[in-house]
T-cell receptor, first 119, second 112 residues
Framework: EAGVTQFPSHSVIEKGQTVTLRCDPISGHDNLYWYRRVMGKEIKFLLHFVKESKQDESGMPNNRFLAERTGGTYSTLKVQPAELEDSGVYFC?????????????????FGEGSRLTVL | DQQVKQNSPSLSVQEGRISILNCDYTNSMFDYFLWYKKYPAEGPTFLISISSIKDKNEDGRFTVFLNKSAKHLSLHIVPSQPGDSAVYFCAAIKDSWGKLQFGAGTQVVVTP
């Protein structure tokens, strides 16, 4: 079974440009999350989809970030225009159901991350 | 504000000895705690968890202890092995939806 896949693995862009990151969750996982780790600091929550609906987008830094999950399958995270402080590793994670975390029977499955470097 | 803190950015331990990783949190509403392990160029992978109603959970070489009154948890790895060299993240959750609050991570290096 394929895990969570993210593309691209690394993107280098100039300030002001646009970048779109893609995440393909594990098949059948309704819950999809975006997280970000900046400069070796903590991994911060960005937003959470349940199927195609945004359940929680409280972690989105500002309106330069736009996440979509059309059809409830893969998701994209667009940064437009990119700023220097957007550099970091963007992780996508998926889970079959949110309650699985509390039951201890499942957990978030993370992708390898997309490293974004804004120059 | 950072609600989950790992104050030790790195830890070096000899193979076969015990590794103790610490984590403090500030939000008393957290009811579930997790540890994730991350190798370079990979995503974090789940390691072990503990509910706030327990004070200890053990899984093989890994044991997590929770001290709610001190808002402190720790991860013990015994015995440490070279394959344990990785970054370990402490995480906490206060609802079932998966909005994890992570610490900044502790880099563990296990030396032969």
């Amino acid at each position: 079974e394929a895990g969570v896949t993210q593309f691209p693995s690394h993107s280098v862009i100039e300030k002001g440009q646009t970048v779109t990151l893609r995440c393909d969750p594990i098949s059948g996982h309704d819950n999809l999350y975006w997280y970000r780790r900046v400069m070796g600091k903590e991994i911060k929550f960005l937003l959470h989809f349940v199927k195609e609906s945004k359940q929680d987008e409280s972690g989105m830094p500002n309106n330069r970030f736009l996440a979509e999950r059309t059809g409830g399958t893969y998701s994209t995270l667009k940064v437009q225009p990119a700023e220097l402080e957007d550099s970091g590793v963007y992780f996508c994670a998926s889970s079959q159901e949110g309650l699985a975390l509390l039951r201890g029977t499942g957990e978030l499955f993370f992708g390898e991350g997309s490293r974004l470097t804004v120059l | 504000d950072q609600q989950v803190k790992q104050n030790s950015p790195s830890l070096s331990v000899q193979e076969g000895r015990i590794s103790i990783l610490n984590c403090d949190y500030t939000n008393s509403m957290f009811d579930y705690f997790l540890w994730y392990k991350k190798y370079p160029a990979e995503g974090p992978t789940f390691l072990i968890s503990i509910s706030s109603i327990k004070d200890k959970n053990e899984d093989g070489r890994f044991t997590v202890f929770l001290n709610k009154s001190a808002k402190h948890l720790s991860l013990h790895i015994v015995p440490s092995q070279p394959g344990d060299s990785a970054v370990y993240f402490c995480a906490a959750i206060k609802d079932s939806w998966g909005k994890l609050q992570f610490g900044a991570g502790t880099q563990v290096v296990v030396t032969p």
